[in-house]
């Protein structure tokens, strides 16, 4: 497995503004993925976070909303641009560490309140 | 497309007492299939998985799974219960073939009575 952080582990934010969400890995990993887990609910993959390239979104997920950067193998960042209260959420990476391996691990995620 | 239904959104056992969750999944192939485990105010630590050969599968902390392809199902067992174990668990199903999408179930909250 990996071991995964994030920060900032929670914060409290005013509508409008916006927020970048850091995930680090210990070793280098295959991929990368944000999710969004809403409250009282399952988990919602956002997109593929990929190394060099754009990321790959989901099915209403828009890189206007929720740019991505993955500058490396063991580095990722989400921003949730122009926030509003909808955007509370606890906001997850996980890592697929090599290409024959399909199992993902979590971060403790970060958990968001937008006022 | 792929899909994960979880029947029961809380069960409340008794400590020492067996549990079930169950689990069924809808996919064309044979799915990966994994439950993971979200404590609060933590994120999810994987119990355990399953990808093929033994359908049923060990994981840790006593849980154990056991995949069945005639009924799509997943279902999670622990034949005793600790107060440890509330939590809220997550079954998920992984598409096959090199594709990396998890989709989650909704959830079922573990209440664990003393």
């Known amino acids: 497995s990996a071991v995964i952080s994030q920060k900032p582990s929670r914060d409290i934010c005013q509508r409008g503004t916006s927020l970048t969400i850091q995930c680090q890995v210990d070793s280098q990993v295959t991929m990368m993925f944000w999710y969004r887990q809403q409250p009282g609910q399952s988990l919602t993959l956002i997109a593929t976070?990929?190394?060099?390239?754009?990321?790959?979104?989901e099915s209403g997920f828009v890189i206007d909303k929720f740019p991505i950067s993955r500058p490396n193998l063991t580095f990722s960042t989400l921003t949730v641009s122009n926030m509003s209260p909808e955007d509370s959420s606890i906001y997850l990476c996980s890592v697929k560490p090599r290409d024959y391996q399909e199992t993902q691990y979590f971060g403790p995620g970060t958990r968001l309140l937008v006022l | 497309a792929q899909s994960v239904t979880q029947p029961d959104i809380h069960i409340t056992v008794s400590e020492g007492a067996s549990l079930e969750l169950r689990c069924n999944y809808s996919?064309?192939?044979?799915?990966?299939l994994f439950w993971y485990v979200q404590s609060p105010g933590q994120g999810l630590q994987l119990l355990l998985k399953y990808f093929s050969g033994d359908t049923l599968v060990q994981g840790i902390k006593g849980f154990e799974a056991e995949f069945k392809r005639s009924q799509s199902s997943f279902n999670l067992r622990k034949p005793s219960v600790h107060w440890s174990d509330a939590a809220e668990y997550f079954c998920?199903?992984?598409?096959?073939?090199?594709?990396?999408?998890?989709?989650f179930g909704t959830g079922t909250q573990l209440k664990v009575e003393l």
């Open positions: 998920a199903v992984g598409t096959t073939g090199g594709g990396n999408k998890l989709t």
């Open positions: 996919y064309g192939a044979t799915p990966y």
């Open positions: 976070a990929n190394q060099g390239s754009e990321a790959t979104y």
